[in-house]
T-cell receptor, first 113, second 113 residues
Framework: GAGVSQTPSNKVTEKGKYVELRCDPI?????LYWYRQSLGQGPEFLIY????????DSGLPNDRFFAVRPEGSVSTLKIQRTERGDSAVYLC???????????FGQGTRLTVV | GNSVTQMEGPVTLSEEAFLTINCTYT??????LFWYVQYPGEGLQLLLK?????DKGSNKGFEATYRKETTSFHLEKGSVQVSDSAVYFC????????????FGQGTTLQVKP
């Protein structure tokens, strides 16, 4: 596609449920990033993929968060046993090879009730 | 650790006024510096960047100069327009081979006609 696509755009879930957030990067981009943006804050880094592998997952807050990119294109961020504190906008970005400009999607707004 | 601090907003200006949004950083090594902009209803977009000391990034009438001695990267524009109303994020990257970004908290700019 023309840009980074994230689905769904909004997700409301109950505390304790499992959620999956999807990111379709720009075609041909090998680098993919997940960030989390809480209200009134800047995005916080979660994880970086280069191809299929997670090259840096130092930003994942705990073991309830996991992300995959099995074919080096689409990525899924998975959150288990959601908590109200997980409510935020989850942003995905991609870049050609990790050294160039990062292009961001519009994000998925996750609300845990 | 590495961090970015921006002036708090919102910043409210009249059309054609001069804009400065302050940004200072703390980082090990020699980071690259960025300004991203988020227009209402849109995703984050790269506005400008600078990769070494004394470099000036510029785009759409905006400028920022990488000042190593003051660890700053202030955003300026000589004459703002209503269409510049957005949230502006300063960011740094210390790992040039990954593109991982550390963001400030964002500054909201409102330009009134």
């Amino acid at each position: 596609g023309a840009g980074v696509s994230q689905t769904p755009s909004n997700k409301v879930t109950e505390k304790g449920k499992y959620v999956e957030l999807r990111c379709d990067p720009i075609s041909g981009h090998t680098a993919l990033y997940w960030y989390r943006q809480s209200l009134g804050q800047g995005p916080e880094f979660l994880i970086y993929f280069q191809g299929t592998g997670a090259a840096d997952d130092s930003g994942l807050p705990n073991d309830r968060f996991f992300a995959v990119r099995p074919e080096g294109s689409v990525s899924t961020l998975k959150i288990q046993r959601t908590e109200r504190g997980d409510s935020a906008v989850y942003l995905c970005a991609s870049s050609l090879d990790g050294t160039g400009e990062a292009f961001f999607g519009q994000g998925t707004r996750l609300t845990v009730v | 650790g590495n961090s970015v601090t921006q002036m708090e907003g919102p910043v409210t200006l009249s059309e054609e006024a001069f804009l400065t949004i302050n940004c200072t950083y703390t980082a090990t090594g020699y980071p690259s510096l960025f300004w991203y902009v988020q227009y209402p209803g849109e995703g984050l977009q790269l506005l400008l960047k600078a990769t070494k000391a004394d470099d000036k990034g510029s785009n759409k009438g905006f400028e920022a100069t990488y000042r190593k001695e003051t660890t700053s990267f202030h955003l300026e524009k000589g004459s703002v327009q209503v269409s510049d109303s957005a949230v502006y994020f300063c960011a740094l990257s210390t790992l040039s081979n990954t593109g991982k970004l550390i963001f400030g908290q964002g500054t909201t700019l409102q330009v009134k006609p």
